[in-house]
């Protein structure tokens, strides 16, 4: 059980296009997801937390008009990177988290390449 | 307050030896220790958690010990074997659906035939 998904697993896209990332939960309904960013060898940044049918809560430094994400039912988020760059280029993984006293649970995350 | 400490950066072990990676933590509100390990082009995979009610959680060859006084936890790999080579992530947190978990800077470890 508690199984996330994202789709795509790797994205290419040209400089100033706009890329849409799935997360979905399969097998339990997800009150709060989150969103982080990983550079290679690096730790994973959290960006953003989402409650379903709410605004997300972005972190310090995160540009919330840059990186919209949608929390529209309790099995989907998603994230869009606007207007990307090649310095938006990482992996990019998102969790989620059921109700009550639980942890997160980590997708499998999404390679964004912007040329 | 809200970091958390991990040391070693990088781990070589011989095959079946002992990989001991060490984390420090700040907040003692936080309730739920997990540890991930994660392969390169994959997302981080739950590897073994431990609340602070315990000073020891064993699965297998992966063992957690757990220090609350001393804000210290360590994961200690057992019979280390080639396919545990990944790097792996030490985490803080409570124990809620919306809580934060909060990394540490990961441990690359690699095991020698």
């Known amino acids: 059980g508690a199984v996330v998904s994202q789709h795509p697993s790797r994205v290419i896209c040209k400089s100033g296009t706009s890329v849409k990332i799935e997360c979905r939960s399969l097998d339990f309904q997800a009150t709060t997801m989150f969103w982080y960013r990983q550079f290679p060898k690096q730790s994973l940044m959290l960006m953003a937390t989402?409650?379903?049918?709410?605004?997300?809560?972005?972190e310090q430094g995160v540009e919330k008009d840059k990186f919209l994400i949608n929390h529209a039912s309790l099995t989907l988020s998603t994230l869009t990177v606007t207007s990307a760059h090649p310095e938006d280029s990482s992996f990019y993984i998102c969790?989620?988290?059921?109700?009550?006293?639980?942890?997160?649970?980590f997708g499998p995350g999404t390679r964004l390449t912007v040329l | 307050q809200q970091q958390v400490k991990q040391s070693p950066q990088s781990l070589i072990v011989q095959k079946g030896g002992i990989s001991i990676i060490n984390c420090a933590y700040e907040?003692?509100?936080?309730?739920?220790f997990p540890w991930y390990q994660q392969f390169p082009g994959k997302g981080p995979a739950l590897l073994i958690a431990i609340r602070p009610d315990v000073s020891e959680k064993k699965e297998g060859r992966f063992t957690i010990s757990f220090n609350k006084s001393a804000k210290q936890f360590s994961l200690h790999i057992m019979d280390s074997q080639p396919g545990d080579s990944a790097t792996y992530f030490c985490?803080?947190?409570?124990?809620?659906?919306?809580?934060?978990?909060?990394f540490g800077s990961g441990t690359r470890l690699s095991i020698r035939p």
């Open positions: 907040n003692t509100a936080f309730d739920y």
């Open positions: 989402s409650n379903e049918g709410s605004k997300a809560t972005y």
């Open positions: 969790s989620a988290s059921p109700a009550g006293p639980d942890t997160q649970y």
């Open positions: 985490a803080a947190s409570r124990y809620s659906s919306a809580s934060k978990i909060i």
